[in-house]
């Protein structure tokens, strides 16, 4: 028997299919599952709506959750019963509509689902349900007990796919919630229906793999907005289930013939994104033309690798230690793609022999030279060096290289990602590619991404010449965007072409001086610690540009009417006077603790420790610890005043544009170095005064927990200040952030 009304209803989340007579129950089971995995199952069991004005916070909660479920309900369901339900506001309502509309007319054929009415399953459709029938068949699921599990759903055949708790949730859900993967495995054999997408949404690998052994087709159905489940793991970052999907997933699937090549590209761009390069790399190695395909958004795996700089090593944050390791590992690309086994085909069982054959899990990456590294664990590395420890221990051992080596690597596929996406460039016309690859760049360009723009140069060298809407070039968009490693590779050209990339305006007449002389994005400044560092930083990009541009440039007009230097000072107006503040806080807050250990030091110089004799001569003259305490209590007398004098000097400056270039910051280093010099003598001076006056009165214990005291107001001065002094330090006499010896392009 057909019933009368059923809801046409698939969520996009679940493998569409024809619905049949014994298929609403399979429905409802998965809404509720994506419902209860987003949290949502609580807005449809509940009518209790949080008051808007007394409970703001749990009705905003309630207000977005509600939206949510809505929003899974409406796009699951059919032209028909979605024009019944739209204008109804609240997901609760909708579910016990679509629960009256359906269930009352339901009826099952024995003959046609194998199921007697006086099942457990056919009661739970009239919403008269004893739950507590079900406590032995719970409790056989959570215990992985298939026996008894099998033995209840003999008796009971309806309870496959039935909701047997009150919250919902089917054998499947509650197997699935136990870890009972073996038991989620013979339950996937016994239903009609799987959900893949849902699984794959949720990063189920155990269920999606139970279901994809089942029927492999399942990976080439496309939900309701047409597609992959792969391409929804992917999306979701669900790395393990992704890998499975796609090896399961046939190549034709994925390619530009498919669909225009959708969810190929698609895929790929998620990959891109989720850093799940292998991936990525195996889709272009045999799909080269997705790489400026466009995906469902309209965006093309190039530029999706070009917003990515930290796939690169120049985007990656490195400490100092980890720099010095860095160049010492070695690692291999083609290793890492061990894992990629040989797609299912239309042949499944050629497939699965193949598989099987060339299933080799995931290979670590040798180390290579990591035997030059100086380490602690120099047992361990012996032993891994001369093969008596396998690699897997040797990198438990190592967690922090091993983390260095995960970053080098994904850096190297990212290269040969990269390259291979320049090579699939070369062999087509970029006036055919449109602004596709011209976005992609200019992108990568205000991110920073010296790599990407560098390969895409040397592929295509007329990107340089490429301008934007507003008729700047990648050297002019770097400028106004502050990136530094891209802009350093206008040091790469020849004369001839470093003048014509610097000569033209853009469409407002500015010239690279003017758009030098804009404020920098707040984004860039913020990486700079205080308000005077940041304008000093300003004025070395402006030097910098000054230097390079031709000197005709500093009185050109812009569309405003104004020079250079006077964009400059308007745009920085601000910055110069939140840079005046910064500072005279600072010189103001460390002259006052200048000054109290000037006060201190001149009084113990007159307060000699243990007294004169009569003839006015200290008593502990001969001691060694008393020259100890004389030197170093002068150090601190002399160190502590000149510190004030540069503090004072900082208060009372001119705070012209130009003084925060060296003069400003030269006074701050020598104010904050020698403050830090006078407390380090002044804790001295003290130590060596206790140790003349307990020398022979107490032990070295106390001596030396005395010197750790005393080291507390040091370390904390070095820990608050030292940052900031290494700072300063290396933006006014470092090398600078400019590299002039950038080699030749092309």
């Not at 400026?292 to 999706?304: A, E, I, N, R």
């Not at 380490?375 to 221990?393: C, P, R, S, W, Y």
């Not at 003048?499 to 002389?517: C, Q, W």
């Amino acid at each position: 028997m057909t019933p009368a009304i059923i809801p046409t209803v698939v969520p996009t989340t679940i493998v569409r299919e024809v619905l049949t007579e014994s298929n609403y129950e399979n429905w409802s089971t998965c809404v509720k599952w994506y419902l209860v995995g987003q949290n949502l199952w609580e807005v449809c069991t509940s009518k209790d709506i949080p008051d808007k004005e007394l409970k703001k916070e749990e009705f905003s909660d309630w207000e977005k959750k509600n939206a949510m479920a809505l929003h899974a309900i409406q796009i699951s369901c059919s032209g028909e019963m979605l024009s019944q339900i739209r204008k109804e506001p609240c997901a609760s309502y909708v579910w016990e509509f679509l629960q009256k509309r359906a269930e009352p007319t339901f009826c099952f054929d024995p003959k046609v689902s194998g199921m007697d009415e006086r099942s457990p399953a056919a009661s739970a459709s009239t919403g008269n349900v004893d739950f507590s029938q079900y406590q032995g068949l719970i409790k056989a699921l959570n215990r992985g007990r298939w026996n008894d599990i099998e033995s209840f759903f003999n008796k009971n055949p309806g309870t496959v796919s039935a909701k047997i708790s009150p919250e919902g949730k089917t054998a499947l859900h509650i197997a699935a919630d136990a870890g009972q993967a073996n038991v989620v495995k013979e339950l996937v054999k016994k239903l009609r229906r799987t959900p893949l997408a849902l699984a794959a949404l949720n990063g189920i690998k155990e269920i999606a793999q139970c279901m994809v052994e089942k029927n492999t087709a399942l990976t080439s159905i496309l939900d309701e907005d047409g597609i992959l489940p792969v391409v929804r793991a992917c999306n979701r970052g669900h790395k393990e289930v992704t890998r499975l999907l796609y090896n399961y997933t046939p190549p034709k699937e994925l390619g530009p013939e498919k669909g225009e090549g959708k969810n190929g590209a698609t895929l790929l761009c998620y990959c891109i994104a989720t850093e799940f390069l292998d991936i990525a790399l195996d889709i272009l190695k045999k799909h080269p033309s997705l790489a400026v395909t466009l995906d469902k958004k309209g965006v093309s795996p190039l530029y999706v690798l070009g917003e990515r700089p930290s796939l690169f090593e120049s985007g990656s944050q490195l400490w100092f230690w980890q720099r010095w390791i860095y160049p010492c590992i070695s690692v291999n690309v083609d290793h890492a793609l061990d894992w990629i086994q040989i797609n299912v085909v239309d042949n499944i069982a050629q497939g699965r022999d193949d598989r099987n054959n060339t299933k080799k899990g995931i290979v670590l990456i040798a180390l290579g030279s990591i035997h030059n590294l100086v380490i602690h664990q120099m047992d361990v590395k012996t032993a891994f060096l001369n093969g008596d420890l396998e690699e897997e221990i040797y990198m438990e051992q190592l967690e922090g290289i091993k983390n260095i080596r995960d970053q080098k690597l994904r850096h190297a596929q990212a290269i040969e990602l990269l390259g291979s996406i320049c090579t699939k460039l070369q062999d087509m016309e970029v006036d055919v590619l449109g602004s596709q690859v011209h976005q992609a760049v200019f992108q990568a360009v205000k991110l920073g991404n010296v790599e990407f723009v560098t390969e895409m140069i040397k592929s295509i060298p007329e990107l340089v010449w490429r301008c934007d809407i507003n008729g700047r070039n990648i050297f002019f968009i770097a400028i106004l965007n502050r990136q530094e490693k891209v802009f350093n590779l206008l040091y790469g050209l020849t004369h001839a072409q470093k003048v014509k990339v610097i000569s033209p305006l853009d469409r407002f007449e500015n010239s690279m001086l003017h758009l030098v002389a804009m404020l920098a994005p707040s984004e860039q400044l913020d990486g700079i610690s205080g308000a005077a560092l940041q304008m000093q930083r300003e004025l070395q990009w402006f030097k910098e540009v000054e230097n390079i541009v031709s000197p005709i440039c500093k009185n050109v007009l812009n569309s405003d009417g104004k020079k250079p230097n006077e964009v400059f000072s308007q745009q920085h107006a601000n910055l110069v006077k939140e840079g005046e503040k910064w500072m005279k806080e600072i010189a103001t807050s460390s002259s006052f603790v200048a000054v109290l250990i000037v006060t201190i030091m001149f009084a113990a110089a007159f307060t000699i420790p243990g007294g004169n004799n009569d003839e006015g001569t200290p008593i502990f003259l001969d001691d060694p610890l008393f020259m100890v305490f004389i030197i170093s209590d002068s150090i601190s007398l002399f160190f502590a005043t000149t510190s004030v004098l540069m503090f004072l000097g900082i208060l009372t400056s001119q705070y012209a544009e130009n003084k925060f270039l060296t003069w400003l910051p030269i006074k701050l280093v020598i104010g904050i170095s020698t403050l830090f010099i006078s407390i380090a003598a002044m804790m001295i001076a003290f130590c060596a005064v206790l140790a003349i006056l307990l020398k022979k009165r107490s032990t070295k214990v106390v001596m030396i927990l005395i010197i750790l005291l005393a080291c507390v107001p040091v370390t904390t001065f070095a820990l608050l200040q030292f940052h900031l002094l290494v700072n300063i330090f290396i933006s006014t006499y470092g090398s600078g952030i400019f590299n002039r010896n950038v080699q030749r392009l092309y």
